[in-house]
Each structure stands twice: as C-alpha cells, then as structure tokens.
C-alpha cells in the first residue's frame, strides 16, 4: 500500500498546471499565492452553505481581474487559491480520475474565478467543449 499524495506533492502538481497556462492569461497570474490544506474551515462550508467538507476541493479569494483597481488599496491576504488535498483524494478514490487531471481541473476552475468567471460561466465553457 503506497502512502496518499502529500502536500507537497499536491503543490508541485498544481504549480506544473500554472507552468501550462497561456501567456495571455498567465501573464494575470504572478501574484497569486496558492496553498493546499487537507480540509476547508467550517467557515468556509458554512459562508456557501455546504454540510459536508468534502464538496469543496477548491477555492479562489481575492479580486477579480477585471474588478482591481490601481487605486484601491490592497487586500488583506492578497490573491489566493487553495486546494483541498482529502476532498480531492476522496474524488480520485471514488471516481478513479487520476489526480492530476483533478488538480488540473480544479486549479482552471479557480483561475477561472480569478478572471471574473462565475461557476456557471465555467460550466457553459466546459459543456460547450467536446471530449
């Protein structure tokens, strides 16, 4: 039995994705912290009415691109995604993805965020691309 990806592993398999994405967008990027947490706070599932915390394997905070302003001042923690490293293992478990393409996914999705996309906005772009 071999030990479940770590953190760390998690990280580096993110940061190849961001490695990935095209210059127009990747260029929006730089300053995007990302972290990886085995769960997220109950806060979090409670501020998005969630029970379970496995229905969350990512998240984006900060502000969208197209909302900064230059003037504004900066946010407090600046612009991050998280990854949830259980909820995630717990999908390639029992969907037998493999854990890259999981990371893959959910890191656009919250780039996606970062762009000012809404969660349906993403689902009509994935729906419209054909496999």
Do not use: C
Not at 1 to 16: G, H, K, V, Y
Not at 38 to 61: K, N, R, V
């Amino acid at each position: 039995m071999t030990n479940p990806p770590t953190i760390t592993d998690f990280e580096t398999i993110a940061w190849r994705v961001f490695e990935t994405i095209p210059a127009p967008f990747a260029e929006h990027l730089g300053d995007i912290v990302l972290r990886i947490e085995d769960w997220p706070a109950q806060e979090i599932l409670d501020y998005f009415g969630m029970t379970s915390p496995y229905q969350l394997s990512g998240l984006y905070q900060g502000v969208p691109v197209g909302e900064k302003s230059q003037w504004a001042p900066p946010s407090g923690e600046g612009d991050h995604i998280t990854l949830y490293r259980r909820p995630l293992l717990a999908e390639m478990a029992q969907t037998g993805v493999a854990l890259e393409s999981l990371i893959r996914h959910v890191v656009i999705h919250e780039v996606g965020h970062h762009f000012g996309l809404s969660d349906a906005d993403m689902h009509a772009i994935e729906d419209s691309v054909e496999d």
